[in-house]
């Protein structure tokens, strides 16, 4: 999934370096974005926002308290590159909750790790699952957000499985997990099939999923996990099991 990091400067001074930096991460994809559209921008939730303080016309703290107090956005990482060495003014927006300040002049490869790696721990910390790594509800509650805000064209598929709990009682409840785990291995093979971009597949918790594509025709997709799905589940039954179903 392409990672989209918000650029905040008001003169473009600081996009050319980060594509620069990151030119062979297809992964990424930097935006440039003036500090009086940062309202705009949050509805888009940015896996990580960039403020460039020597090139906004704001004040970077109430910009900072406007970014934490925007509920969509209360988790999205923060960095803030500065001239300004002041200590005071530093610790004045890491009050903020702002999770890195930066003084310029600025190293590119500290730079360049320090959004990798804190692009990994958010990524981490966002798998609200530990048995599927798919978002959960919060993600997928801002993601249907974000795409209502946008005016977006878009299919929300809710999935679940038939008779869980009796297959829970019969197999136990590893065989469960697994059912789970290949589940979401089925919608997210089906989905990435299907559509080439724009695409998520959260789990709302036990044997209910969430895929949301681009566009309003998913009976295609629909098509696909069924079948795929069918196709592949017989092998968690034992073989008495199956003849009896057949």
Request: net charge negative; with cysteine.
């Amino acid at each position: 999934m392409v990672q989209e990091i918000y650029i905040i400067d008001d003169d473009d001074s600081s996009i050319l370096v980060f594509r620069e930096l990151f030119k062979n991460d297809t992964d990424y994809k930097f935006i440039s974005v003036k500090s009086d559209q940062i309202d705009v921008a949050l509805k888009n939730i940015p896996a990580i926002i960039i403020i460039n303080e020597d090139a906004i016309e704001v004040d970077v703290i109430d910009l900072c308290k406007k970014i934490r107090n925007d509920d969509d956005n209360s988790i999205t990482p923060v960095i803030v590159v500065s001239s300004d060495g002041d200590k005071k003014h530093r610790i004045d927006i890491l009050k903020e909750s702002i999770e890195y300040y930066i003084k310029k002049p600025v190293n590119e490869k500290y730079l360049y790790y320090t959004v990798k790696n804190l692009n990994r721990l958010m990524n981490i910390n966002r798998r609200i699952s530990p048995l599927t790594g798919l978002p959960g509800n919060v993600q997928i509650h801002a993601e249907l957000k974000k795409r209502l805000l946008n005016k977006e064209d878009f299919c929300v598929l809710y999935l679940d499985l038939d008779n869980f709990k009796a297959y829970n009682d019969v197999y136990g409840f590893l065989k469960g997990d697994q059912i789970i785990t290949f589940t979401s291995e089925v919608i997210l093979n089906c989905v990435h099939r299907n559509f080439a971009d724009g695409t998520f597949v959260g789990h709302i918790g036990g044997d209910d999923f969430i895929a949301i594509v681009p566009g309003t025709n998913c009976e295609k997709l629909c098509q696909d996990v069924i079948a795929t799905f069918d196709d592949k589940v017989l092998s968690f039954f034992t073989p008495e099991d199956v003849k009896k179903d057949i």
